[in-house]
């Protein structure tokens, strides 16, 4: 079932989006050659805390940080550890937030100090497939515009688009319905409609699609070894441009 969130419900959304979005911003100053992931995941925990609102991740399903942080062939669902971040890596870091009761959930994909421009174009290719997908997210057009204008961009360049792991619905909860696939056929699926609010989430790898996970159950690596980039956020589908709720 999708839920159609009313105003005052989309008031708080904001707020915990605007939280989870800030987040990323504390933590993208903070982002340079030596710091752990473990520092990252402290870092966005604290900034969570003194928000007054509730990392969700944490164990979530049994998870047991407040971010996910995943570098260079590491998908999403890296677990923070002692791995201090190199020159030239790519770091995604990914934050949920509950405030009052209302998920925001987003994610990007930094540059530690200089990266080659090949692990550059990924990241701006992974951000544009975002925007490419969002000019279908409004009311009256259905969700496999936006999965097929993800999945058409992201190819144009050759990459692997993740077909494993989607986006979702959120609200109170962190995943609700639908499903938002990154690839897909325009014209088909959920008709979208004012009021729906949705995590959309490219995660793009520089080679194939398929990924294996780690021992640990929750790291999701390229099978490759190729980069991956992923870029997500909160937004609000409305009559006109959607509402993007985590910038
Ligand atoms: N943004 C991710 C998602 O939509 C975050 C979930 S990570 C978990 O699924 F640790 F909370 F599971
Ligand atoms: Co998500």
């Not at 710091?35 to 007054?52: M, R």
């Not at 959309?200 to 999701?220: C, Q, R, S, Y």
Request: aromatic share 6%; hydrophobic share 40%; proline share 3%.
């Amino acid at each position: 079932m999708i839920t159609v969130k009313k105003t005052n419900e989309i008031a708080k959304m904001r707020v915990a989006g605007r939280i989870t979005g800030d987040a990323l911003k504390y933590i993208e100053e903070r982002i340079k050659p030596g710091v752990t992931t473990a520092e990252i995941n402290a870092a966005i925990h604290e900034y969570i805390v003194s928000q007054d609102a509730i990392p969700s991740f944490l164990h979530y399903h049994g998870y047991p940080a407040s971010a996910c942080v995943s570098v260079n062939d590491v998908i999403v669902h890296g677990i923070p550890g002692d791995y201090a971040l190199r020159e030239g890596d790519i770091v995604s870091v990914d934050v949920g937030v509950v405030k009052d009761g209302w998920q925001g959930d987003a994610a990007r994909t930094f540059a530690v100090g200089k990266i080659s421009a090949d692990a550059q174009k990924l990241i701006d290719v992974t951000r544009e497939s975002f925007f490419e997908g969002i000019k279908h997210a409004r009311a009256g057009r259905r969700l496999g515009d936006l999965s097929a204008a993800i999945q058409r961009h992201a190819e144009s360049h050759g990459y692997g688009v993740v077909r494993a792991m989607v986006g979702h619905g959120i609200g109170r909860q962190m995943h609700e319905d639908p499903s938002v696939p990154n690839f897909g056929t325009a014209g088909t699926g959920v008709l979208l409609k004012s009021g729906y609010t949705i995590a959309v989430e490219p995660m793009i790898n520089a080679g194939t699609f398929k990924l294996t996970i780690d021992n640990d159950g929750w790291t999701a690596r390229t099978a490759d070894g190729s980069l991956s980039a992923h870029y997500e956020n909160t937004i609000l589908i409305r009559d006109g441009e959607p509402e993007i709720l985590t910038l």
